[in-house]
């Protein structure tokens, strides 16, 4: 059986293609980011870090970095948060546990697109059910909370055409997709957390439910974060749709949501610059591949407390 | 919302007064989570009952009243008003079906979808099975490879795929939606995990009994492999029936190549004032088919979503 070729016959197919999907388009970004290539144009000049020197100096891009970040920055740590205090309170609760986890985990199946288009008319200024429920508690006692009652006097925020309101609005709508998602990956990581363990900090003194949380869960949960956290950084530097929907052209009130997936989709698809497309496009996997290698060290080394 | 809540093991059980008043709290708190979360749900399936009035004004409840209405357009094509006085539903629901053809797009939605889903196991499944149970020279290389491959979001590479298609004239075509993820090294991985678990004694047993290796792939591992496969199918389904990036990318212009997200896309931009009923009819239309698979296989579409978690 040894002697038998069949391997190549198996493994071949899967070999071509990985090269010529997934690794030759590596080499085509990395080759056209020096270069001011375009579609349909036949000769593209050498143009040397040209478009890195862009990207890093001009304030259009400094306004993608700086909208890609907070994004990820606001996304990543409250889709983990939220995910992770989800599981613990389902985790915990005697009933409805499986009816609280289904609802959550609504917004991972639904096609983000469809429901941007659908946050955006709830939003809405004046028709959206958002800032219509929030009239409705004006003269209760959430006036007394300051930035409500500016609110009620001035009108509550525009959302997602209002520039200092924009980015951490489509911020919450990524929080409010991913969180369900977490949410799921803590719940398994939970059920292997050995029950004797709690037993045990028990007898040693752990009284409060935040000992134990902190003591055996979040020791007990690390490999789950590590995960957790490196795929929420991926799929929020990901983002998209929701960009999309709500700003097709120019990335949003004074650029304030130009996220990098966004830009690359700009500058290449619709300005045909695939120059500069090509080198974002290489600054992203840069930071992506970096990540997932940052995760995987981490998973050889630390995490493992068993 | 939630996190802000101390954490409570589940261990333990305090009689009394106490107790249920922490359990109280805490379904407080998952249930305001709830309601955040169904709030666009909502948003969707009512509007898409309701009239452009009801729409407007924030009427009618939930369902809307179901009042006829003066259907515009119907009485610009100048037929008599008697018979252009139109349900809000049936109005929302059917206009969504006439103004553009949203039975198309699901049409190719179901087309991109199963075709990735069929290459990728065809593709995956053997290259899983010789890097589980065949040895050969070069195994750990390719595995090596797999590993580094699982780095690369396709998302990320799109514009180069971008250009590699626009440059073979396939922009515009089925083959431009399925092409770039006919390769699952995520598929791949997971196979081969499930493989290793397949005992020896079983591919031994189909050797004696004088089966290719081919055969044994198909006729033996396959049958072993369901659950993963179903796991994989539905991650993948979810992946790309949802997917909007890569199909706005590759699909410019051609209704007839629109997938279901490009339709919805579309639809609003040349909504006006009065679709916003049909509009959330659409999205409705093509959210649902996954929404209801998952009320009714729940755990499958859990395990199915979260197996990337086990990387």
């Known amino acids: 059986m040894a002697a038998s070729r069949a391997h190549w016959w198996f493994v071949g197919p899967a070999l071509i293609l990985m090269g010529l999907i997934l690794l030759l388009p590596i080499l085509i970004a990395a080759a056209l980011s020096f270069t001011s290539y375009s579609l349909g144009n036949p000769g593209a000049e050498f143009v040397g870090l040209d478009n890195y020197e862009k990207i890093f100096t001009r304030s259009t891009y400094e306004k993608m970095f700086g909208a890609t970040f907070r994004y990820v920055f606001v996304v990543v740590p409250l889709s983990v948060g939220l995910g992770l205090g989800a599981a613990l309170l389902i985790n915990s609760t005697k009933r409805f546990g499986d009816f609280y986890k289904t609802i959550y985990f609504l917004p991972v199946m639904a096609a983000l697109i469809a429901m941007a288009i659908v946050w955006e008319f709830a939003l ?29 006097d001035r009108g509550f925020p525009l959302w997602l055409t209002d520039r200092d309101y924009a980015i951490w609005t489509v911020a919450f709508i990524g929080v409010w997709q991913g969180f369900g998602f977490n949410m799921v990956l803590y719940l398994a990581g939970l059920t292997s957390v050995p029950r004797e363990l709690y037993h045990a900090a028990e ?54 949501v130009y996220v990098m997936m966004f830009a690359i989709y700009e500058k290449a698809i619709q300005q045909n610059l695939m120059g500069i497309g090509a080198a974002i496009t290489v600054v992203f996997l840069g930071f992506v591949m970096f990540l997932t290698v940052i995760q995987r060290w981490l998973v050889e080394r630390r995490v493992h407390y068993s | 919302m939630s996190d802000t809540t101390l954490p409570h093991s589940p261990a333990v059980s305090m009689p009394g007064i106490r107790f249920s008043s922490a359990e109280t709290l805490k379904h407080a708190v998952l249930i305001l989570g709830s309601l955040i979360v169904l709030l666009p749900f909502y948003v969707m399936v009512s509007y898409s009952f309701k009239s452009p009035a009801e729409i407007m004004q924030n009427t009618g409840g939930f369902f809307g009243a179901q009042e006829l209405f003066r259907d515009d357009y119907c009485v610009k094509l100048g037929r008599d008003l008697a018979d252009c006085m139109v349900t809000p539903v049936i109005y929302n629901y059917t206009t969504a079906f006439g103004k553009a053809p949203l039975l198309r797009y699901l049409f190719n939605g179901i087309v991109v979808t199963v075709s990735i889903f069929v290459i990728q196991v065809l593709v995956a499944l053997p290259c899983a099975y010789a890097l589980a149970k065949l040895r050969f020279w070069g195994r750990e290389a390719v595995f090596g490879l ?157 395990e199915g979503i979260t197996l990337s978690g086990m990387k």
């Open chain 1, 124 to 152: 809405h200024p004046t028709i959206g059910i958002v800032n219509a429920t929030l009239e409705h508690g004006c003269g209760s006692f959430l006036e007394t909370w300051g930035l409500y009652a500016h609110g009620c």
């Open chain 1, 203 to 256: 007898m040693d003194g752990a009284r409060t439910a935040w000992d134990r949380f902190r003591l055996v869960t979040w020791p007990m949960l690390g490999p789950t974060t590590v995960f957790v956290v490196t795929i929420s950084f991926i799929r929020s530097f990901q983002v998209f749709d929701t960009v999309e929907a709500f700003y097709p052209q120019g990335g949003g009130p004074s650029k304030s």
């Open chain 2, 146 to 302: 797999v590993l580094f491959c699982l780095l690369i979001p396709v998302h990320a590479i799109a514009l180069p795929l971008y250009i590699m298609l626009a440059k073979l004239g396939l922009t515009n075509s089925y083959a431009a939606l399925v092409i770039p993820w006919t390769i699952s090294v995520f598929g791949i991985f997971l196979m081969r995990q499930f493989f290793m678990t397949v005992p020896d004694d079983l591919i031994d047993a189909a050797r004696m009994d004088g089966m290719s290796e081919f055969s044994i792939i198909w006729n033996v591992m396959l049958p072993t492999a369901i659950p993963a496969l179903m796991a994989f199918a539905i991650f993948s389904v979810v992946a790309h029936w949802n997917d909007y990036f890569w199909p706005r990318i590759v699909i410019t212009g051609d209704r007839s190549l629109f997938t279901p997200p490009l339709g919805l896309r579309e639809f609003k931009g040349d909504a006006d004032g009065d679709n916003f009923g049909p509009m959330m009819a659409t999205a409705t239309i093509i959210v649902a088919p996954l929404i209801v698979a998952f009320l009714i296989a729940q755990r499958r579409f859990i």
